[in-house]
């Protein structure tokens, strides 16, 4: 049963306070659950995964958080991730190793709450975002007129903008029928035309191509993004000179989606065998790109930089990309089947990619 639910104002040790949203439950258990739901672009400072230790203190000194409560932190969903959780220690919350990933469903049935409570999104609650506006007001007058940007940052973002490729070249080649290695090419010239779609935060990012993975193994392209955790988005590409469903009676993948999803599929073997090692070369390639360096065809965002804690674990996400839509309906069924069996990887037609794009 929840009790309450509301935008709460907590330190981070910076010169901005940051805000995030607090429900708190009751279950069966007779267990008081605190959840800790990050506002991303809507907090004014720190997100929660960085100040988890002063935004807990402070729920105790204001009597939201009673001895013997349970916490959990909530990052919201992307349009290709889902929900995620973690428990922590509510008396020693700074001590990452003891966080706990907290599957959705286990969540859900601790809270006693239906799937609702968290599918909905902030915007859609007038009352919780009114008071976000008025948090952000007192914290930060000046946020909804914006702030200079840094020259550096700007440059950067024109430099790209100038050497971009439009959505009507990428068109071009699907309305064609172009094969795999055509796209690739066309893509290898703006590596944005994948962080546009797949970056958060949109300006932060690195993107890859022909990136290594294990003894001889690689992915087409690579997205690295994302905010204290580092999302790694690897993705292979298939021509857009086939439908991406088989026509017939029987519901399936083109026989190219399904050799691009072994493919990554060996990638992930490689991935989880060697977790430890695969995390230190990522966090290392970062490191270099930041610094100067441009590997496998690199190309750094605007920010030149990635706000990520390389001590975190990373986040991973398997992308698709291949064939022509034929029937959306039935397509999307087909790849919420596939999402099922193999979370995190994700399948996209050509047709679907493009309505993504924003750029013109």
């Not at 550096?152 to 439009?166: A, D, F, M």
């Not at 857009?240 to 399936?252: E, H, I, M, N, V």
């Not at 069996?341 to 996209?348: D, G, I, S």
Request: charged share 30%; aromatic share 8%; proline share 5%.
């Amino acid at each position: 049963m929840k009790l309450s639910d509301f935008i709460f104002r907590y330190p981070t040790g910076h010169f901005k306070d940051g805000i995030c949203r607090v429900r708190l439950f009751l279950n069966t258990q007779q267990e008081c659950c605190v959840v800790l739901t990050d506002l991303e672009r809507e907090n004014t400072s720190t997100s929660i995964q960085n100040a988890t230790q002063s935004l807990v203190e402070r729920l105790k000194e204001v009597g939201h958080l009673l001895p013997g409560s349970r916490v959990f932190l909530h990052e919201p969903a992307h349009w290709f991730s889902s929900d995620a959780f973690w428990e922590i220690d509510p008396d020693c919350p700074w001590e990452i190793d003891h966080w706990r990933k907290a599957p959705a469903a286990e969540l859900l049935q601790t809270l006693g709450c239906v799937k609702r409570e968290f599918s909905t999104r902030l915007k859609q609650d007038k009352r919780l975002y009114t008071e976000v506006l008025r948090a952000q007001a007192q914290i930060d007058p000046d946020r909804r007129l914006g702030c200079p940007e840094p020259p550096e940052i700007t440059r950067r973002r024109l430099e790209l903008w100038e050497n971009r490729v439009t959505k009507a070249e990428l068109e071009h080649l699907v309305q064609m029928g172009a094969g795999e290695q055509e796209l690739a090419r066309l893509i290898k010239r703006d590596l944005s035309l994948l962080s546009e779609v797949y970056a958060h935060p949109e300006d932060e990012y690195i993107a890859f191509s022909e990136l290594p993975i294990g003894d001889g193994g690689r992915v087409d392209f690579a997205v690295f993004s994302g905010c204290s955790w580092m999302k790694v988005t690897l993705i292979e590409i298939k021509g857009a000179d086939f439908p991406l469903a088989t026509q017939s009676g029987y519901r399936k993948f083109n026989h190219q989606i399904d050799i691009a999803r072994t493919q990554l599929q060996e990638r992930q073997y490689h991935i989880i065998q060697h977790h430890r090692d695969f995390h230190d070369r990522m966090h290392a390639l970062r490191s270099q790109v930041e610094g100067g360096a441009r590997p496998h065809n690199a190309l750094l965002g605007p920010y030149g930089h990635l706000r990520v804690d390389p001590c975190k674990e990373l986040s991973i996400y398997y992308i698709i990309i291949g064939g022509r839509t034929v029937d959306d309906e039935k397509e999307g069924a087909l790849r919420y089947q596939n999402e099922i069996q193999l979370p995190k990887l994700h399948v996209e037609s050509w047709d679907t990619f493009l309505r993504k794009l924003r750029r013109t």
